[in-house]
């Protein structure tokens, strides 16, 4: 079967997240006012065959854990649509 | 005995000639080896030089951390032999977990490439052995995302245990501790953001990474040349 995964890699909390806290004091300068908590992270997303959704779950969460995402400093959310 | 370095570079890296003429000029021999030997023979010290390994591409050493010459890096790692990795190849280290923590942006998002001040840590590494406890070191560094980042547990332990080895005096882009290099438990395996290569005559600025490389090729010394294949 044929899944499509979707990653969103997103920094751990409690780890300084450089680009979000440039985009929070970037706002107001564009009249933006009352943004807090910026957290910028990054979406991956992918075709995967596998025999079902477990199998796809698994695979997709070893990728993230050895390549996709760095668990020192983030964390990865994996969704799985049937396609 | 001689001190016979693998500089190893992947597609991408760019200090590599630059680290080969830093330690032939302190008596050591030097060869740069690609990225795709699965074995390294005849060496008693390795370097990751500086660039952009297999483009940064996901995070900077992501990708390299496959690289079959990892798995020889790893073995002579484990086995005591001297590895050093510089800016891209700290970050290469940290993503293969031969060292603790990680590299994130800049503070502020920017490039940084300038002359810096950093304070020797702990002197029980191969890179600092020769030098003194607070002594100043002017190096340059060169990065994006040099930003070192660990938790306060991680700081605290690595802090105890000494394997703080530089500290930006002025700390230029974020870096938790101001840490700008940190080796493994045992010593042998230390990374930096700054370039000590790029220090090494008064006429560039700085001959301050003299020292720090003199250490390196000196434990090397220490050491009979080996053969060192994936565990």
């Not at chain 1, 107001?28 to 596998?50: H, T, Y």
């Not at chain 1, 779950?57 to 993230?64: K, Q, S």
């Not at chain 1, 390549?67 to 649509?81: F, G, M």
């Not at chain 2, 830093?22 to 010290?45: M, P, Y």
Request: aromatic fraction near 6%; glycine fraction near 10%; proline fraction near 5%.
């Amino acid at each position: 079967m044929k899944f499509s995964v979707h990653v969103e890699v997103r920094g751990l909390p409690g780890i300084a997240d450089p680009e979000g806290r440039t985009i929070e004091r970037a706002l107001p300068a564009l009249g933006f006012s009352g943004v807090s908590s910026v957290r910028v992270g990054k979406v991956i997303a992918f075709d995967l065959e596998a025999t079902d959704e477990g199998a796809a779950r698994a695979a997709a969460e070893e990728m993230c854990a050895r390549l996709l995402s760095n668990p020192v400093i983030q964390r990865a959310e994996v969704s799985i649509h049937s396609s | 005995m001689s001190a016979r370095v693998a500089v190893v570079y992947f597609p991408g890296s760019n200090c590599e000639h630059d680290v080969a003429a830093a330690v032939k000029s302190l008596g050591a021999e030097a060869e740069i080896v690609w990225h795709t030997r699965s074995e390294l023979d005849g060496f008693n010290a390795v370097i990751i030089p500086g660039g952009f390994a297999h483009g940064d591409h996901i995070r900077p050493g992501a990708i390299a951390q496959f690289s079959p010459v990892m798995g020889p890096i790893a073995t002579a790692a484990a086995e005591g032999y001297p590895v050093l990795g510089i800016c891209n190849g700290f970050q290469v280290l940290v993503e293969t977990g031969l060292l603790p923590g990680a590299l994130m942006r800049n503070d502020g998002l920017r490039f940084l490439c300038e002359m810096v001040t950093c304070e020797v840590v702990s002197t029980s590494s191969v890179l600092t052995s020769g030098s003194t406890p607070g002594e100043k070191l002017a190096l340059p560094i060169n990065h994006y995302e040099g930003n070192y980042t660990c938790d306060q547990e991680t700081l605290a332990q690595l802090v105890k245990n000494g394997q703080v080895v530089l500290r930006y005096c002025d700390n230029p882009n974020g870096s938790t501790g101001s840490v700008a290099g940190v080796r493994n438990l045992a010593g042998n395996v230390v990374g930096l953001m700054p370039h000590p290569e790029r220090a090494m005559e008064a006429l560039l600025g700085s001959r301050d990474g003299r020292g720090l490389l003199a250490a390196f090729v000196g434990a090397a010394t220490q050491l009979a040349p080996a053969r060192f294949e994936a565990a």
